[in-house]
């Protein structure tokens, strides 16, 4: 079956880095865009980009630009966020997620990785 | 970027009610729309995708309609596990932006 397993919960300093990983299994890992998002504290989903792990191919969402890297390792099916210069409100769970394969226009994420928390706090 | 914006922010509701959510976007998005049901503490789970298609294994009682700017989530008759935030999302174009979700809760 197909799932998605993130690493465990970090804590953080401002200024800091994190590097939250996402390992896949029961499926083609390079057949599917793995894309992220965060959730902060009793607030709602906000997109912050997606990889081809077919080709390390990467779009990133404007707010996060110069800030997040996402990288993957096909040979151990795994895909990594990597966000720099941590401030506060950075503070959310981070979750990666798999484009569905019901359409390739439509952007949906039929699997979910189980979140990984991100603390940020001096 | 494209706004999105679910009503109600929350509801109360009784088992077996019929419940209604809506989602209106900033611009038109065809149907790029997908809905999602998230419970606490839990990953997001897809319902429907392309505004009006039933995501595999989810019951039938929810549907979703709607094009162009304006979308609806309907849940037929609620069920004690629906109690739940549903959130709207659009596929149409970067970056995906998510509506702010609908709380439903137990009357």
């Known amino acids: 079956q197909v799932q998605l397993v993130q690493s465990g919960a970090e804590v953080k300093k401002p200024g800091a880095s994190v590097k939250v990983s996402c390992k896949a299994s029961g499926y083609t890992f390079t057949g599917y865009y793995i894309h992220w998002m965060r959730q902060a504290p009793g607030q709602g989903l906000d997109w912050m980009g997606w990889i081809n792990p077919n080709n390390g191919g990467t779009n990133y969402a404007q707010k996060f630009q110069g800030r997040v890297t996402m990288t993957g390792d096909t040979s151990i099916s795994t895909a990594y966020m990597d966000l720099s210069r941590l401030r506060s409100d950075d503070t959310a769970v981070y979750y990666c997620?798999?484009?569905?394969?019901?359409?390739?226009?439509?952007?949906?994420?039929?699997?979910w990785g189980q979140g990984t928390l991100v603390t940020v706090s001096s | 970027d494209i706004q999105m914006t679910q009503s109600p922010s929350s509801l109360s509701a009784s088992v077996g009610d019929r419940v209604t959510i809506t989602c209106r976007t900033s611009?038109?998005?065809?149907?790029?729309l997908n809905w999602y049901q998230q419970k606490p503490g839990k990953a997001p789970n897809l319902l429907i995708y392309g505004a009006s298609s039933l995501q595999s294994g989810v019951p039938s009682r929810f549907s979703g309609s709607g094009s162009g700017t304006d979308f609806t989530l309907t849940i037929s008759s609620l069920q004690p596990e629906d109690f739940a935030t549903y959130y709207c999302q659009q596929g149409y174009s970067t970056p995906y932006t998510f509506g702010q979700g609908t709380k439903v809760e137990i009357k």
């Open positions: 997620a798999r484009v569905s394969g019901n359409s390739k226009w439509y952007e949906d994420f039929d699997y």
């Open positions: 611009q038109s998005i065809s149907n790029y």
